[in-house]
Structures are given as C-alpha cells and as structure tokens.
C-alpha cells in the first residue's frame, strides 16, 4: 500500500509528517510512504502579519486542496493552523501524541524580563496574553520558520515560540523559559498534531491505530471552544486542555478558554471540570460571549 502525505516544506514540517510516516509504517510495515511538499500562502509571504493575511488557514488551505484533488492520501497540520470549522470532504481522523503545549520566551526568563522590555512574537494572541499582564513590554513582528524567529534573539530582549518547535527540531537555545498557561495560554490545540483525509474507510481505519486517546480529547475540546466563537472571530483567542486522570471517556477533564481585545487590555477567562471535553469548550465559548461582554468585543449585537 502507497500513502502518499501532504505537508508543508518548513523543516518543521517535513519533522511533523516525517514522524506520521513512522508511526504508519510501526503499525503496518508493508507501507510505502511518499512525501508530497505543498507551498502554501503563509510560506510565500513571510513578512505580512497572519492576521492580515486572514489568520488561521493560511498554513493548511492549499496542503488540504492537494488532498481533496488526489494529489495526496492524506495530510499532516500543527493542529494550531487549522480553523475551527471542518473542511468539506476532509475528516480529522488522528491526533497523535501531543508534544508540549506550551510557549516560551527564548533570550530572556519572564521573571527577569526588564521594564519597558521588547519582545519579538507574530501571535496577536501572545502579544495580548503578555501585555495583559505587562502593560510596560514593547512588542515587535516576527515571521518566517523557528531557526529565523531564533536567529532574532540577539535584536531583542526575549523571542516567545513554542516548545513542541524546539522539542521537535532539538533545538536547545541558552536561556529557555517555557511559561505555563496561567501566564500565557497556549493556542487552541498548539503541540499537537492533525491528521486529515477524505472519507475513505480503509484510511480512517488505518489512521484510528496512531490516535492517541487522550490528546483526541484534549484538541476536541480546545476545538469545539474555537468552533463555538465562530468563524468570523479575529480577536486572540487561547484554549487549554488538562486530563485529570487518564484519557478514558470517563476521566475528568479541565477545559480553560480565553478570549482577548489585541491590545490585552480586556481578557476574558474562564476554566471549568467536567467529563465531556467539547461540551465544555461549547459552554466556556458561550459564557465568555454572552454573559462576560464577549460579543461586544466582537462587535457582534
């Protein structure tokens, strides 16, 4: 059986589908697996901010279009770049292990970071997260691929990135702050891995056997909360998922969401236990809009 995988050129990336194309052929070693590389809009411009570009999506729509065409079997996404809303002919059918949720600082520690302190992010949701807290940071852009982003800590105090990046590439800077999600929350399924094909059984059925329980439980949850706010939602949006226990569909579970202006200045958030994941993130969703000035925010009546 040839699998042919759909994915992004990043280096990132390649690791990212180079680590499904493993655990397929773990599972069932008479697999041929060909990489197909897909150029998308994000990866052509590297110096306009995503949310101009349109925000979530720019990463995944033409690796998506490569599979829904046949030019591909499936494809592989950082969870973090897909919209809430499903794609039509396409279906989430695996979420791997999840690797560390977390941001960083890289070049400073966050306890440490002085007054009036520049920090490079291309996240409207980390700049809001951190001038929430730190009214006094001063923000700078930042785009292009982890080694570039990287490349930048010398220009400035402190460049914020995602652990699972560094985790994944080896990547080990000298100062390494990872910020836990009561300081800055994660975006809605970062560290985490999508697996996308069309609906076909044979794929499905192969695919169900790299899932991981309990990183599926945590990234439904974390989606049906962005799902929730809908589409037309540009505001920071952020979404963690904790297991209590194991991940059964029995084993408790923590769902935060947060919901921001840009600037920080208004942060809604709201954390709450339960056993169902994705009727949790569906009601933090519709408590922040309707009973914490969320819609407002939007300019939604």
């Given amino acids: 059986m040839r699998i042919r995988v759909a994915t992004r050129g990043s280096a990132l990336a390649r690791w ?10 773990d599972v069932a070693p008479g697999i041929e697996v060909e990489i197909v590389v897909v150029l998308t809009t994000g990866d052509r411009d590297r110096t306009t901010p995503l949310e101009e570009m349109g925000g979530q999506g ?4 033409e690796v998506q279009t490569a599979v829904l065409e046949g030019r591909a079997d499936l494809a592989v996404h950082s969870a ?4 809430g809303a499903s794609t039509d002919g396409l279906v989430l059918a695996a979420v791997p292990e999840r690797a560390d949720p977390r941001d960083a600082l ?14 490079a992010t291309g996240s409207i949701r980390r700049r809001a997260h951190l001038a929430h807290l730190r009214p006094d940071l001063l923000f700078v852009g930042l785009r292009g691929n982890i080694e570039t982003r990287l490349a930048r800590v010398s220009d400035v105090d402190a460049v914020v990135t995602a652990m ?8 080990a800077p000298d100062i390494v702050d990872p910020l836990e999600p009561a300081v ?16 076909d059984d044979e794929l499905r059925t192969l695919l169900a056997t790299i899932e991981d329980p309990s990183a599926r439980r945590a990234v439904d949850a974390e989606r049906a909360f962005l799902a929730e706010l809908g589409a037309g939602c540009d505001l920071p949006i952020a979404a963690h998922s904790r297991l209590l226990v194991d991940g059964s569909a029995a084993g408790g579970i923590v769902v935060t969401g947060a919901l ?3 600037d920080g200045t208004t942060l809604l958030r709201e ?3 339960g056993t169902d994941g994705t009727s949790l993130g569906r009601a933090i969703a519709r408590h922040l809009l309707d009973d914490r000035g969320g819609a407002a925010l939007m300019g939604v009546s």
């Fill in 260 to 262: 921001s202006s840009p």
């Fill in 58 to 61: 720019v990463f995944v729509k």
């Fill in 164 to 171: 699972a990046a560094l985790d994944r590439l080896g990547l």
């Fill in 16 to 25: 990212q589908a180079d680590s499904v194309a493993g655990l397929l052929t």
């Fill in 106 to 119: 890289v070049g400073c520690r966050w306890v440490d970071l002085p007054v009036g302190a520049t920090v």
């Fill in 271 to 273: 954390e709450r236990t």
């Fill in 184 to 199: 800055l929350l994660p975006q809605v399924a970062q560290g985490a891995l999508a697996v996308e094909c069309r609906d």
């Fill in 80 to 83: 973090k770049d897909l919209p």
